[in-house]
């Protein structure tokens, strides 16, 4: 009976370990769906940016919004990303103060209608109800040209309609949050009600969006101070734009250039190297060099790369002739024995002193009487 009880006992316990795993995976699930991150402090105002132009058909505008990570906000561009099924739109996320002073990340979904997002007024057909930068018609998106960017050249489903207008192309008020202080909307009951449609979480590009932006420093609101310098993107990993709609230079670019200038001199060095170190490192090429590089190779390249170990292989041969050199050395040596010439000190020359014999002079004395 002991047995028993000990059997049933640690299944009910094993049961109960399986329904907290379960409990606890569900309710992770909608923390990261419905509700993500909880904040003391108000994310930074919108900042204000042009539209890029749409790239291809049956892309959709998803705004940019504040992220949080690093203990900081960082700003995800706007981006047109492809809807994950005909007939669906992209309710946009956003940020809502609570009664307990936090703010809590509300984030977006795709659905077939548009839900709530806050009253926030993103811009470019989110004036914070609905969505007007177009609409599905016959399983392709057909765009508004009066609000969104679009290349009619590209795309042709378009159509035009300007009552819409209402501050839609630009983002009058930037209040980036719900709540007090911020947007006073609350849900209307069609709103409500799309809560209970089937939805449809970011999709993989979107989340690698996100990711993207969360590695750049420069996209943190404690380094930009609200202004990022990329505030819109044409498609996830696309072009990038500023805010007064000009493309961003990478700083991945400069750097592709420089290694491919800092690639080719050195791929010819190594090329030369190759050839020299082949007899070292493979013994098997040292019966084919030799014979070869002090006929062709080695000459040739000896006076480019190393002149001064080349001239240690040619003396080889030279090192029978040389030898004489040392007998022309003792050739210039008896020139100074040259030096004796002072012989012709004979400078004793002045002996033929006797020329004072003109003593004759005292001759007058011949004067006889």
């Known amino acids: 009976m002991n047995r028993f009880y000990k059997c049933g006992h640690t299944a009910k316990v094993f049961i109960f370990l399986l329904l907290l795993c379960s409990s606890a995976t569900q309710s992770n699930a909608q923390i990261d769906i419905n509700i993500g991150w909880s904040v003391r402090v108000a994310p930074p105002e919108l900042p204000v940016y042009e539209q890029p132009e749409c790239p291809g058909d049956d892309y959709i505008w998803t705004p940019g919004y504040w992220a949080y990570g690093d203990d900081d906000y960082y700003w995800v561009p706007g981006v047109w990303v492809e809807a994950p099924e005909a007939g669906y739109l992209w309710t946009p996320n956003y940020w809502a103060f609570g009664d307990d002073g936090f703010y809590r990340y509300h984030a ?138 000009r493309p961003t230079m990478r700083p991945a670019n400069p750097a592709n250039t420089k290694p491919l200038q800092n690639k080719t001199p050195p791929a010819r060095q190594p090329n030369q190297r190759d050839i020299n170190s082949r007899p070292t490192t493979r013994p098997g090429a040292r019966q084919v060099t030799p014979t070869r590089q002090p006929v062709v190779k080695q000459p040739q390249r000896q006076p480019r790369n190393q002149p001064q170990q080349r001239p240690i292989v040619q003396p080889r041969p030279q090192t029978q002739t040389p030898k004489p050199q040392p007998a022309q050395r003792p050739i210039v040596k008896p020139r100074p024995p040259v030096r004796p010439q002072p012989r012709p000190q004979v400078k004793p020359q002045p002996r033929p002193q006797p020329k004072p014999q003109a003593q004759p002079k005292p001759q007058p004395p011949q004067k006889r009487p």
Do not use: L
Request: no cysteine.
């Open 108 to 245: 977006g979904y795709w659905g077939p209608h548009i839900g709530f997002y806050g009253g926030i007024n993103y811009g470019y057909g989110y004036n914070g109800d609905g969505y007007y930068g177009g609409r599905w018609d016959g399983g392709h998106f057909r765009y508004n040209t009066a609000v969104s960017r679009v290349n009619i050249t590209i795309v042709h489903n378009t159509y035009i309609d300007r009552t819409v207008i209402i501050n839609n192309t630009t983002i009058n008020n930037r209040t980036s949050f719900n709540g007090r202080g911020g947007m006073a909307a609350r849900p209307r009951p069609d709103q409500q009600q799309a809560t209970n449609d089937r939805h449809i979480r970011p999709t993989t590009q979107q989340d690698m969006h996100q990711q993207n932006a969360g590695k750049d420093r420069s996209q943190f609101a404690a380094i930009n101070h609200g202004r990022p310098a990329v505030a819109a993107m044409n498609k996830v990993g696309g072009n990038r734009y500023t805010p007064q709609g």
